[in-house]
């Protein structure tokens, strides 16, 4: 089993940056793919960005674009999500998730991953 822990949530306001973190235990963690996920109000779950194990490819959804950073330190087992610029829209809970398997095609997809933290929320104000 894997275990993941957000942190680093809160209410900021519009223009703001906040930056998430998910601490990984369990398993090695080199090999994962990590992604992040969001829920915003009475919307449904939406993928944000994921890094492929190995370093072999980072995918961001348009909406974040140019504005979000995913990294990952393995020596700590840590994914963070670094967020700029941050606007009211972006107001949602956000989920750390894995995957032990799985092609760069499919890693958008909530459902080919085996793994998810609590989740934390981010509170955007205008």
């Known amino acids: 089993q894997v275990q993941l822990v957000e942190s680093g949530g809160g209410s900021v306001q519009a223009g703001d940056s906040v930056r998430l973190s998910c601490v990984a235990s369990?398993?090695?963690?080199?090999?994962?793919?990590m992604g992040w996920f969001r829920q915003g109000p009475e919307k449904e779950r939406e993928f944000v960005a994921a890094?492929?194990?190995?370093?072999?490819?980072?995918v961001y959804a348009d909406s974040v674009k140019e504005r979000f950073t995913i990294s990952r330190d393995n020596g700590k087992n840590i994914v963070r999500l670094q967020m700029n610029r941050l606007r009211p829209e972006d107001t949602a809970v956000y989920y750390c998730a894995a995957r032990a398997s799985g092609n760069f095609r499919g890693i958008r997809a909530s459902g080919t991953y085996d793994y998810w933290g609590q989740g934390i929320q981010v509170t955007v104000s205008s």
């Open positions: 890094e492929m194990r190995g370093g072999s490819g980072i």
């Open positions: 369990g398993r090695t963690f080199s090999d994962y793919d």
